[in-house]
């Protein structure tokens, strides 16, 4: 069995705020093909350029301070709507996994590089599409950072 298939699977959305309220902290969402892909080189490449970085591109999940008293539910939702528009744009077979590790840099758009990285778990499609429903529910007009690729 590879990584991929050993990793627990987080199927709601409230079990994912769960986990990011326990840790309070150190967890990243990377969008690929998964741990047993990207654990091989522990390194992402800049795309544009072709230089190898000093660890995974991921996105943290860590609550900001300035998030104040929010619900952690949103900010876990907005940090998965913000990237979902990956799985159309990088091609079939890349998912959403949760890692924990150590910050080693930071990347072309500014996004932290992680080495050291600990697979936790995978999302299922269903966590995606609640973070989405989150986001719709909003008052205020949010959009993917593709705006063009939203769905």
Do not use: F
């Amino acid at each position: 069995m590879s990584t991929w298939d050993d990793l627990p699977v987080v199927n709601t959305l409230a079990e994912l705020t769960g986990l990011v309220e326990e840790r309070q902290g150190g967890l990243y969402v990377r969008w690929s093909k998964g741990p047993d892909i990207d654990l091989g080189e522990v390194s992402s490449t800049d795309e544009l350029t072709g230089v190898p970085m000093p660890g995974l591109s991921a996105n943290p999940l860590d609550v900001e301070d300035w998030w104040q008293d929010r619900p952690v539910r949103l900010w876990v939702a907005r940090r998965l709507y913000d990237y979902a528009h990956l799985p159309h744009e990088k091609g079939p077979g890349v998912r959403p996994w949760i890692l924990e590790g150590r910050e080693n840099g930071r990347g072309p758009d500014n996004e932290p590089l992680v080495e050291d990285v600990r697979p936790l778990c995978h999302l299922a499609d269903e966590v995606i599409d609640e973070a989405r429903a989150e986001v719709d529910r909003q008052e205020h007009e949010w959009g993917p950072l593709r705006r063009g690729a939203r769905g």
